[in-house]
């Protein structure tokens, strides 16, 4: 399984973007079944679980993000997205996405650079 994600970029503090991560190669019925993750990684810190998506469509954010992302999926396309709004600096760094809760993750993608300057 290949992870791909897109949609990062420079925002100004207010603003809002889409990440999207596609899980390319997964088997349909193992990607409806998992738990799906983004994680953030910020300069110099340790990389972050920030939303969790589970097979029945629930989700759990951190609470710095509640309220700001939300965290979809789309079974159909085997993809995440994660809608940020209201993005602060504090949200700098880079984004990733994998499965999540079941020790079987799937190599790491190369991640969307979100940036948004103070």
């Known amino acids: 399984v290949q992870l791909v994600e897109s949609g990062g970029g420079l925002v100004q503090a207010g603003g809002s973007l889409r990440l999207s991560c596609r899980a390319s190669?997964?088997?349909?019925?193992?990607?409806?079944?998992?738990?799906m993750g983004w994680y953030r990684q910020a300069p110099g810190e340790q990389r972050e679980l920030v939303a969790q998506i589970f097979a029945d469509k629930s989700t759990k954010y951190i609470d710095s993000v509640k309220g700001r992302f939300i965290i979809i999926r789309d079974n159909s396309k085997r993809t995440v997205y994660l809608q940020m709004d209201n993005l602060q600096p504090e949200d700098t760094g880079v984004y990733y996405c994998?499965?999540?809760?079941?020790?079987?993750?799937?190599?790491w993608g190369q991640g969307a650079q979100v940036t948004v300057p103070s």
């Open positions: 190669g997964a088997i349909l019925s193992v990607f409806n079944s998992v738990a």
């Open positions: 994998n499965r999540e809760g079941d020790g079987q993750e799937w190599a």
